[in-house]
């Protein structure tokens, strides 16, 4: 009986431990009469005496009321009474409010939920009076938890105002800024007001006076409107130490781009967005971590159309400021054999859009083929390479014209014409005579006899006389050679039985995907074309490679790609990607006849033909 009596004792000391477990919501600004486009601070203080999870609250939206920052901050508190540990925990919601219009602005019920408990907090009240300083606030104010470093700072900040000041720039001297902030997010951009296809370099830094413990990034701009090239993209923050407004701060790069806007019209480079947990001030230097969820303000770009009139026949579409060079490698060539012309543009602009000019070669010169490759750097500036492999065949010193295309370059507001140096080739041996020619004078009389008279290139040279020593060793390297095919053939055998079996038919996938693209072509919508491509690129590819090709980039799938599939296609896959993100991004004037259902047609064919390609040798 006493047992009992004890364990019910015990259920209710327990029922009554719970009993006292409450949680109270309150909410309270720091003033409550104010003038027109000043800023409050609007708290929600949740305090409970469980662990249970707590909403966090939602700024209903007012006519006339802006949210400009939100931050949070927890406490918690323990204490033994009557035999027992309380826990008290104390968690704080800040919204700071720009107020944009006179009168009587009510802040209604704001919902909590703690635990799965609903509680609301009182409304209240704020007079905003238009050109009038605020007199008065509701109760006791809320300090900032950036206040309280504010007084010992103010040495501080003159010393090294003092110092900045000598041989310092002072940044954005018209701009806003709030030292009583956290941290800020700040958007530049070098130029506002550019052509279509024109450079704008873009930069997003955080500038902080606390301690960042760390950083999140919510949201990275999306630059809808603009052919985008990453800079630098920070791994880690790299603080300097700058002036802003008189005001001393810490500053680091978050993101850099190279943005190229595609069509005339206003545009907006949009918001960065970060949350960032900081670490106030105390009697023992930093306390209390505090979340601030931060947002850059948007940049206004205002693109202007490319000139029509005088425009030369020779521009492609580049804008910016280039130079161009060509030579050849080597300087002599061989009658039949192939000889390399590179050409390089460089300067600062989207190099990606520029094509190369139909070449005047001599009459006894073949274009054989043809490979680009391009580049953005961390400086600003980019280049586009091309190799152009064409065969003489005859012997004779030739001079080529230069290599020449017209730019738009929008210091001058002018189009400027680019061209290389001129070329000279030196090419030795004898011309081959063809079929036809050895055939005592007469004309082939056949549609087989004029196939045989065409001029073919002939094979490569060895270097090696048909009296070679290695025939009196045929027999040993034949049974080497059988030995290493045997080896590799164990091998990959070992290899494929190890990995394990792909889940998805790739053909399948890539003739499904396709299916939809070709009736974006029969639609016109070749917009669409270019970016659904890329995706499917990405897709192929990061199965190819085993990986997870969407969030993956293309140099790092190709590196993660068989190297049959690198090595062979790695430059065909390079070039049909820049073809595609034309497709998607470049300007409409820039594209010309790619954008037409022929060359559309065609670019699908390709894509089909190196993505069946990638999956066979992967496969193989």
């Not at 327990?14 to 009469?33: C, I, L, T």
């Not at 205002?302 to 060079?325: C, D, L, W």
């Amino acid at each position: 009986m006493r047992v009992l009596f004890s364990f019910v004792a015990m259920l209710v000391s327990f029922s009554g431990a719970f009993a006292d477990d409450s949680a109270s919501v309150v909410a309270s600004v720091d003033r409550n009469q104010v003038a027109v486009g000043d800023v409050i601070n609007f708290r929600v203080t949740v305090d409970s005496q469980n662990s249970g999870q707590i909403s966090e609250p939602r700024f209903p939206k007012i006519s006339g009321v802006e949210v400009i920052n939100t931050s949070s901050g927890v406490e918690t508190r323990s204490t033994f009474t009557n035999g027992q540990f309380l826990t008290q925990s104390s968690r704080s919601f800040n919204f700071m409010l720009v107020l944009n219009q006179a009168g009587k602005i009510t802040i209604p019920q704001v919902e909590v939920e703690v635990g799965g408990q609903k509680l609301l907090t009182e409304p209240i009240e704020i007079e905003v009076v238009a050109g009038a300083k605020p007199r008065s606030r509701q109760g006791q104010p809320q300090a900032d938890p950036f206040e309280q470093m504010d007084e010992m700072e103010d040495v501080f900040n003159q010393m090294m105002q003092r110092h900045f000041g000598q041989g310092r720039q002072q940044l954005n001297p018209g701009a806003e800024v709030n030292p009583k902030e956290a941290f800020m997010i700040v958007a530049q951009a070098d130029k506002n007001e550019v052509f279509v296809g024109e450079q704008i370099t873009a930069n997003f830094y955080l500038y902080t006076r606390g301690q960042i413990r760390d950083i999140d990034t919510l949201k990275y701009p999306t630059l809808k409107g603009f052919w985008k090239e990453d800079l630098e993209m920070a791994t880690r923050l790299n603080f300097e130490e700058v002036v802003l407004n008189g005001i001393p701060y810490h500053r680091a790069l978050l993101v850099s781009y190279a943005l190229f806007p595609i069509k005339a019209g206003k545009t907006t480079i949009d918001s960065y967005k970060a949350k960032c947990t900081v670490l106030t001030a105390s009697s023992f230097g930093f306390g209390r971590p505090y979340q601030y969820t931060k947002v850059s303000k948007p940049i206004a770009i205002e693109v202007k159309e490319i000139p029509v009139q005088e425009r030369p026949a020779n521009f492609t579409g580049a804008v910016g400021e280039f130079k161009v060079s060509a030579k050849f490698e080597p300087q002599t060539g061989v009658v039949n054999q192939p000889i390399t012309m590179r050409v390089r543009f460089e300067g600062r602009g989207n190099a990606k859009l520029i094509e190369l000019p139909k070449l005047e070669l001599p009459p006894s010169f073949e274009l054989y083929d043809q490979k680009s490759t391009a580049e953005f750097l961390k400086d600003g500036t980019s280049f586009k390479d091309f190799e152009v492999l064409m065969i003489p065949r005859q012997p004779g010193v030739f001079d080529l014209e230069p290599v020449a295309v017209s730019v738009f370059n929008p210091s001058s507001k002018s189009f400027t014409t680019i061209s290389s140096q001129a070329l000279k080739v030196s090419v030795t041996g004898t011309a081959i005579a063809s079929p036809a020619e050895s055939n005592t004078g007469n004309a082939p009389s056949s549609q087989q006899d004029k196939a045989e008279a065409k001029p073919k290139l002939p094979p490569l040279a060895t270097g090696m006389s048909s009296a070679s020593p290695l025939k009196k060793f045929r027999l040993p390297a034949t049974l080497f050679a059988l030995l290493l095919m045997v080896a590799f053939l164990g091998r990959e055998a070992w290899v494929k039985l190890r990995q394990p079996p792909r889940k998805v038919d790739l053909k399948l996938l890539l003739t499904r995907r396709l299916k939809p693209i070709r009736l974006l072509v029969d639609a016109g919508e070749w917009r669409k074309v270019g970016v659904e491509l890329t995706n499917t690129a990405h897709i192929v590819l990061g199965r190819v490679a085993m990986q997870r090709g969407a969030s993956v980039d293309i140099e790092r799938l190709l590196e993660l790609a068989p190297p049959s599939v690198r090595n062979e296609l790695g430059s065909t896959i390079r070039d049909l990607l820049v073809r595609c993100e034309r497709l998607s991004f470049a300007p409409e004037e820039m594209l010309q006849d790619q954008k037409s259902k022929s060359a559309l047609d065609k670019l699908v064919l390709d894509f089909n033909k190196v993505m069946s390609r990638a999956i066979e040798m992967s496969e193989g």
